[in-house]
């Protein structure tokens, strides 16, 4: 049995809302006798649609119970509650053509948020304006990374580019999978982002806001890399975490540290994916980014493994290490992106087994552009058999996200926008629409049905996460929190030690802003959101969601 303090009861849903074609579910959680359900209008004047609530399922996951309201029948469009006698009524939602497209924008525009070394300005983000916070004119190398032609104490250059999570610091590891993950949303869906405007500096510019942010990034990521070798350095850091104060209050020393094998061979992958990417829209830039790509391959050969590691060094390193000890799938990843940018038979990797990507295993995005570009068959079969196996049997939430209790780990929600991009990815193969419903339920889950009952992106539905595990939210005395943002989401782990009213797997979730583990915000967990709702977005018409095919 897990260990649940006090019974929940409550009704959980997607409180942006659904499609009018696509299936729509709330969950009623720990219910009492009642066998109906109803659909209301938000102002609670009439009553547009009626059902039975299923049979209680038990969850797997807690000691929660669950009683399915599924209302797909419901097409009108409006704002509803779902009502359940003995309980009351669901956060509002809507129904709606458009219902995916602020969570959508919201979720790319987070990534503005969180940008370094230049001013946010009001008319672009509103009460979250601010200043520049760190330039990172004035950066040391560190005595980690030094060497003959950059001795210790060397001052560099490296402004730009985004804060990696709720802290002041820039990671090229944690950087590769995030620009990698928003790159492939661009290339799966070109024409879409074409259209998009999430209303930053560049918007008015001929380049689609989604390359606008990542070249933002990409030129921070460019000058991590030491011209004389090739090599790139793991991070951009201060020795320590800053307090919880906004950007650019603290003076610390900013370093920049060791390279490392990991680092070296994200940034090829990236920089050589986004070098076919910008050919058309900046040959200059698309030009530099293959020369590096191609330069930090040939240090990683020189170098095929060499983990990074801070320790031992002065002034001590103690910012998150993304510390890598297996370098295949970085490999694996750079040969791809390389090979199919250059056509050059030298890059192209054996296949390896890949899984749900994380920071610390990339080879799935090997998998993902082999598949745009080459319809490797091996390939599409695996992606097949992952995305059946997410099918078989979902969870009592109705969600591909929770079948394996292995999903609540730090940065759980970021296996429910991983496994939702695999099944986008399954669908585009197939055209088959059951892995896009499958896909769907996830973000139904990231946005409220889940067991936690919060929709965990800042700023979207009427129960979200108020209090992130972020600098600029806790300081700047706005009650709001930077909008566009997710929460980790649940972890028994509970590494931080902070107070959390459930322990068990699926309810391990406290808002509040020391809880680390389980409420901080990071730019690769954003990315896969990004893709995800944007991805649904793009699909909407031609899957029928928006009317009936």
Sequence with gaps: MFLIS???????LNQAGFYPQAPKVAVITNSPAASKFYVITADKKDTVFSGNLSDEKQST?????????????????????????????????????DVGREVAIATLKGFYYQRVSMPLEEKYAGKWHRPAGHPDTVVYIHPSAAD??????????????????????KYIVNSGITMGTLLSAYEDFPAYYSKINT?????????PDILNEVIYNLRWMLSMQDPNDGGVYNKCTNAAFDGMVMPGVTKAPRYVVQKGTAATLDFAAVTAQASRILKQYNKRLADSCLKAAEKAWEWAKLHPDMEYDQRNFQPAITTGPYGDKYFKDEWFWAGVELYITTKEEKYKPAIIDAGLPTWSNVAMLG??????????PKLKEKIITMANGYATKLTAFQTVMGQSVRDFNWGSNSNAGNQGILLINAYKLTGDKKYLNLALSNLDYLLGRNATGYCFVTGIGTKST????????????IKDPVPGLLAAGPNPGMQDKCKYEFTAPELAYSDIDCAYASNE????????IVYLA???????????YTKRK
């Design 6 to 12: 006090l019974s929940i009861s409550a009704i959980m």
């Design 466 to 477: 108020m209090h992130p595990h972020h600098r600029p939210s806790v300081a700047d005395g």
């Design 521 to 528: 915000i990071t730019i690769n967990w954003n990315a896969p």
């Design 199 to 207: 209303n930053i500096p560049e918007s008015k510019d001929a380049i």
């Design 367 to 376: 998998y993902y552009t082999l598949l745009r570009f080459n319809k490797e």
């Design 61 to 97: 996951n807690s000691d929660t119970k669950t009683r399915i309201a599924d209302f797909t029948k419901l097409t009108t469009k409006g704002s509803f509650v779902v009502n359940v006698p003995g309980i009351g009524n669901s956060p509002i939602f809507k129904i709606s053509n």
């Design 534 to 544: 944007n991805a649904l977005e793009a699909l909407k018409d031609n899957a029928g």
């Design 148 to 169: 003959e032609k950059r001795p210790a104490g060397t001052v560099i250059s490296s402004p730009g580019g985004w804060y990696d999570a709720g802290d002041y610091n």
